[in-house]
């Protein structure tokens, strides 16, 4: 028995498709920048940073970035060292944000109340077949 797929699915498919990896776009853009920068404000040490994605339960009653940086401030003592750091705030498809964060403050952020999970921020690059077409 042969199946098919209707066009109306795969129209909807590759559209999930496109929108996942451009909601990742400004992520990998944003954290290609924030590697960049040596040091992060607040830290008086010239340990390296790296970006991390700090996923975070939904705020309920407060606006996520205002959220996403009194969390951050938590660990850096001042709002200012905060939004220094504070590459990006997820809003839609997920609740968190990136930054650019020490071991040491990775380890501090984890415990914070509203925190899920912290993990390192990775770029991929797609990759196509001959002639640059896609398979």
């Given at each position: 028995?042969?199946?098919?797929?209707?066009?109306?699915?795969?129209?909807?498919?590759?559209?999930?498709?496109?929108?996942?990896?451009?909601?990742?776009?400004?992520?990998?853009?944003?954290?290609?920048?924030?590697?960049?920068?040596?040091?992060?404000?607040?830290?008086?040490?010239?340990?390296?940073?790296?970006?991390?994605i700090v996923y975070t339960e939904k705020p309920e009653g407060e606006e996520p970035e205002?959220?996403?940086?009194?969390?951050?401030?938590?660990?850096?003592?001042?709002?200012?060292?905060?939004?220094?750091?504070?590459?990006?705030?997820?809003k839609t498809a997920a609740s968190g944000f990136s930054?650019?964060?020490?071991?040491?403050?990775?380890?501090?952020?984890?415990?914070?109340?509203?925190?899920?999970?912290?993990?390192?921020?990775?770029?991929?690059?797609?990759?196509?077949?001959?002639?640059?077409?896609?398979?």
């Amino acid at each position: 028995m042969h199946t098919s797929l209707k066009p109306s699915s795969v129209v909807v498919s590759l559209l999930l498709v496109f929108v996942v990896l451009s909601s990742l776009l400004p992520c990998s853009t944003m954290a290609e920048e924030g590697v960049a920068g040596a040091g992060v404000a607040g830290d008086s040490s010239s340990k390296a940073t790296a970006v991390h994605i700090v996923y975070t339960e939904k705020p309920e009653g407060e606006e996520p970035e205002a959220f996403h940086l009194k969390t951050l401030s938590s660990v850096f003592g001042s709002e200012e060292a905060a939004k220094e750091a504070l590459l990006y705030s997820y809003k839609t498809a997920a609740s968190g944000f990136s930054a650019k964060l020490t071991p040491e403050q990775v380890a501090e952020i984890s415990k914070q109340p509203g925190v899920i999970q912290v993990v390192p921020s990775r770029t991929y690059q797609l990759h196509s077949g001959p002639g640059n077409k896609l398979h």
